[in-house]
Structure formats: C-alpha cells, structure tokens
Nanobody, 128 residues
Framework: QVQLVESGGGLVQAGGSLRLSCAAS???????????MGWFRQAPGREREFVAA????????FYADSVKGRFTISRDNAKNMVYLQMNSLKPEDTAVYYC??????????????????WGQGTQVTVSS
C-alpha cells in the first residue's frame, strides 16, 4: 500500500502561481514498485481530468494540452515527493487537485483508472 498526502493548495489571483506537493509513504517495496505518479483535477460538476504525470525512474513528464507551458511536474525520489508548479493560473484551473500513483506496467498515464493510489485532494481556487 502507498499513502499519498497533498499540500499547497489555496486561493490565488489569476496570473499567480502555486506549488503543490505530494508526499508518498508506505512499505519500501510498495514505494519502489511505483511506475509513475500523476496529478488530476476535478471541478464541480465535471469529471476528474488528467493534468500531468511523471515516471518514477526516468523522470519523463507528460501534460494535458490545457496546462502545457504553464505547469511543471517534478519529483524527488530520495524524499518520495512529487511537485506540481503551477504558473500563469487561470480561473478555469480552479478545482480539487489529486495526486495519484501507479505500480502498473505500461504508459497509460492519462487514464485515472490506471492509478491504484490516490490522495485526499487539495483545493486550488483562482480568482479573476
């Protein structure tokens, strides 16, 4: 089992920045079995959508078109941490942001069901 805890959400004006953090914990075997970690978000009345993902070993990153050039995902393997730096925020970025981890093979980063472990979410609100 892997436990994920997000932090760093809050209220920010349009054009501002926030940095989300996700701390992963659990048995060592569970941690090293992680293939990739991702960030998803869910706005009221909308489905959960992919934001970004990063492979745990090689550090390859992937982004939704809506956040490319504005958001950056990174990881610190030594600390079992994943980050999402969000710049040039827009009101449409307002959502609950979730961290997720997957031990599965393959590269289905964009699909929520590919991830086994989820955090509780952190609220990001961007005012206009």
């Amino acid at each position: 089992q892997v436990q994920l805890v997000e932090s760093g959400g809050g209220l920010v004006q349009a054009g501002g920045s926030l940095r989300l953090s996700c701390a992963a914990s659990g048995r060592t075997f569970s941690i090293i079995s992680i293939n990739a970690m991702g960030w998803f978000r869910q706005a009221p009345g909308r489905e959960r959508e992919f934001v970004a993902a990063i492979t745990w070993s090689g550090g390859s990153s992937f982004y939704a078109d809506s956040v490319k050039g504005r958001f950056t995902i990174s990881r610190d393997n030594a600390k079992n941490m994943v980050y999402l730096q969000m710049n040039s925020l827009k009101p449409e970025d307002t959502a609950v942001y979730y961290c997720a981890a997957s031990p599965r093979g393959g590269r289905d980063f964009y699909t929520a069901s590919w991830y086994n472990y989820w955090g509780q979410g952190t609220q990001v609100t961007v005012s206009s």
